[in-house]
């Protein structure tokens, strides 16, 4: 295999493999930007998953398995909202209840939604997919030629980035949410409703979630398997770190991440003498050294990381 | 205060739905005298259609055939170490006969049960610690998997099998090994490439892990993992694949050309029979092919009828003695580490840390 040909379908892997990490991240960022930490990320993603694998195996209808899971998401997030924000119940606690209740959830509904001649479970039965739509002439271009191969949900990711980045950074809306992340007291003093503000993020923050768990059943790893998000919730909540709560840098996250396992298992694959153990902790080490260098920079030009007010509860009547 | 409240309230109901969720009463049970209380303990969920889902197979193949002279329980996604000793402890006190663990890292845990129930029959899956109470018991996969390797050594144009393994443990290398003998005891060109994921269970990384080895140019795929997604990797690309642990052909089709699989029940029939009339006595049971243990799932139409006599003169060969790890054996580097006409005992086999010819790959230290 040409280096082209190898780099090419490496770019093509990662791409298709940092959809759904994307689709969360993105999510999450704008989630932590009101100040919500939300932990529920994996249950979330599970349940998106489980849920719109089995629209699409009842209904045959990938968009509506896409709505179920963007709704499936949004309502675990606003139960989380209701717990943070007008119950004003410890962010952490509730993030992982969140994350354990979705997964067992979604396990329950994987033995319960199946067809009755597989014993009614989910697992293992094979439904539509969203498959590789490859761009004409585009696609065949060298390098770049990866960009132009993938599904549907992807090509969505494409213009779903800038948007994300633009609206937080260059309007008045995005403008607002960054101002309840970092100082609650005042943006209310400036007439934001900071409820409000919180609930719609959190919520939206768990459609676009929902969001990523459907990527994984309908397209990366068409069907249910029983944690089949296999920890990337987790692995979402680091990249937003790592992101520094910027869209923009969140894709080179996913990408990275996505990039390096692709990267480590062709390694093996062409029989190098590095020792697997190793390669297989090339991206936790590099996403270490990537906070340890980000970290820095950010100490040295003055920026600032995290929201302010991330992970504390709001109230009025509180100095 | 009133918040404190409503998050305990809610955490409860939380916890309520999912303990509920985790344990399942599955018999009806309801004979007049005593029924036989047996109970598992699951690393997975049987949902897995793998190493759980054949243990669960093999479970109610003993209702099958005891039916309500016994009861079973199982748990499911037990955590292996201290979690797992309560949950054990739990079974054996709400007066259950016998507990069968079906993971390697429960072992410790069952030793120390057994030692506090000496009542109690323990039974313990791929360990090797025993005590009066306290059985081993597991199956030589490898024979399977030499017989696979045939399948696979027939069936490659490329010459290159692709392998994606979870963790270089002995009976995974052992797995890997035998595999490969098979492949090249009828095609000595084929080479056998293994990548590494170090994760037993990870659907996204199990198929990356394929398609990396697609991308070398294997055009079958086997494995050593616990879900389907290596074979629908390989299916995509329209290449073939050898499935593992449960008939993986069921749930991805006819380019899954067979499986070497487990098959628990007439096991868990055999002993759990031999506990209920008395005779039961503690045990290190390493169960041949011929035991039924382990065997070949049912081929695909796509294997020829050739191959298919060939495999069963293999088998036969080793129903007859002639085991898969008799020499002469050579190691990666070709240097021979069984000579003609000897064979590994037991205990080399069960701390295999070296491939054979063949393989493309490394065993980090």
């Known amino acids: 295999m040409s280096v082209f040909a190898l780099i090419s379908s490496i770019l093509t892997i990662t791409l298709r493999a940092g959809t759904s ?50 709704i499936v998401g949004g309502l675990l997030a606003a139960l989380h909202a209701f717990l943070c924000v007008t119950m004003r119940a410890n962010q952490v606690v509730s993030g992982l209840s969140i994350t354990l209740f979705g997964s067992g959830l979604a396990s329950f509904l994987g033995q319960r939604l199946g067809p009755a001649s597989n014993n009614y479970f989910l697992v293992g039965m094979v439904g539509p997919k969203f498959t590789p739509i490859p761009i004409p002439f585009l696609n065949s271009l060298p390098l770049i030629g990866a960009f132009f191969n993938q599904d549907i949900l992807t090509y969505i990711v494409y213009l779903l980035m800038p948007l994300a980045w633009f609206y937080l950074y260059k309007t008045r809306a995005g403008l607002s949410l960054r101002a309840v992340g970092e100082s609650p007291q005042t943006a209310d003093a400036m007439g934001i409703d900071v409820v409000r503000t919180r609930y719609l993020y959190t919520i939206l923050g768990g459609m676009l979630t929902g969001l990523g768990g459907a990527h994984l059943s309908l397209a990366y790893t068409p069907g249910w398997t029983e944690n089949l998000t296999g920890g990337r919730g987790w692995i979402v909540i680091a990249l937003v770190i790592f992101a520094m709560w ?73 100095k | 205060m009133k918040r404190y409240v409503w998050m305990t309230l809610s955490l409860v109901l939380i916890a309520a739905m999912l303990l509920s969720g985790c344990a399942k009463k599955t ?227 006819d380019t899954v050309l067979t499986s070497p699989m487990w098959n628990w029940g007439p096991y868990y029939i055999q002993t759990v029979g031999a506990a209920m009339d008395g005779t039961w006595a503690t045990h290190q049971y390493w169960g041949p092919m011929e035991d039924g243990v382990t065997g070949l799932a049912e081929y695909s139409p796509k294997v020829p009828q050739e191959v298919r006599d060939e495999v069963e003169a293999a088998r036969q060969k080793i129903y007859d003695g002639n085991d898969v790890f008799c020499g002469p054996i050579k190691d990666q580097d070709g240097q021979e580490r069984v000579a003609a006409g000897q064979c590994m005992t037991d205990a080399d086999m069960l701390a295999l840390d070296w491939f054979v010819e063949g393989v493309v790959g490394t065993i980090s230290e």
């Not at chain 2, 049970?29 to 029924?35: A, K, M, V």
């Not at chain 2, 610690?129 to 017989?147: I, S, V």
């Open chain 1, 246 to 318: 910027n869209p923009g840098r969140a894709v080179l996250g996913a990408v990275l991440f996505g990039g390096i396992n692709a990267v480590q298992f062709r390694l093996q694959a062409a029989g190098t003498a590095i020792p697997a153990a190793f390669l297989n902790m090339l991206p936790y080490l590099t996403t270490i050294l990537v906070l340890v260098v980000m970290t820095w920079w950010e100490a040295l030009s003055k920026r600032i990381g995290a929201p302010a007010a991330l992970g504390k509860a709001y109230m009025r009547e509180e």
């Open chain 2, 27 to 253: 018999t009806t049970g309801g004979t007049p005298e005593d029924p036989y209380k047996v109970a598992f303990i699951y690393i997975g969920p049987p949902g897995d259609l793998g190493w759980t889902y054949e243990h669960d197979r093999g479970r109610k193949a003993l209702e099958a055939e005891f039916g309500d002279r016994i009861e079973t329980k199982y748990i499911e996604n037990v955590p292996e170490g201290p979690d797992a000793a309560r949950v054990i402890r739990e079974f054996a006190q709400q007066g259950y006969d016998m507990v069968f663990a079906t993971s390697f890292g429960y072992m410790d845990p069952m030793v120390e049960v057994a030692q506090e129930f000496p009542d109690v029959k323990f039974e313990h899956c791929s360990g090797y610690k025993t005590a009066d109470n306290l059985a081993t018991y597991f199956g030589r996969m490898y024979q399977a998997r030499y017989l696979a390797g045939i399948v696979a050594g027939r069936m490659t144009k490329n010459n290159i099998i692709g392998y994606v393994a979870a963790f270089a443990i002995p009976e995974v290398v052992r797995g890997i090994d035998a595999f490969t003998l098979g492949v090249r005891s009828v095609n000595p060109e084929a080479q056998v490439y293994v990548v590494w994921t170090n994760t037993w269970f990870d659907p996204v990384i199990e198929r990356e892990a394929a398609v990396a080895l697609l991308d070398e140019g294997a055009d079958i795929i086997t494995q050593h993992q616990d879900t389907t997604e290596p074979q629908k990797a390989a299916q995509e690309r329209g290449m073939l694949s050898i499935g593992y642990d449960s008939d993986m052909r069921a749930f991805v089709g």
């Open chain 1, 21 to 70: 990490l994307i689709y969360a991240t993105v999510g999450e960022i704008y989630t932590e930007r009101s100040g919500i930490l939300n932990l529920g990320l994996e249950g979330m993603m599970l349940m998106g998953a489980v849920t719109a694998f089995a629209t699409a195996f009842y209904t045959g209808s990938l968009w509506l398995a896409l709505l179920v899971a963007v």
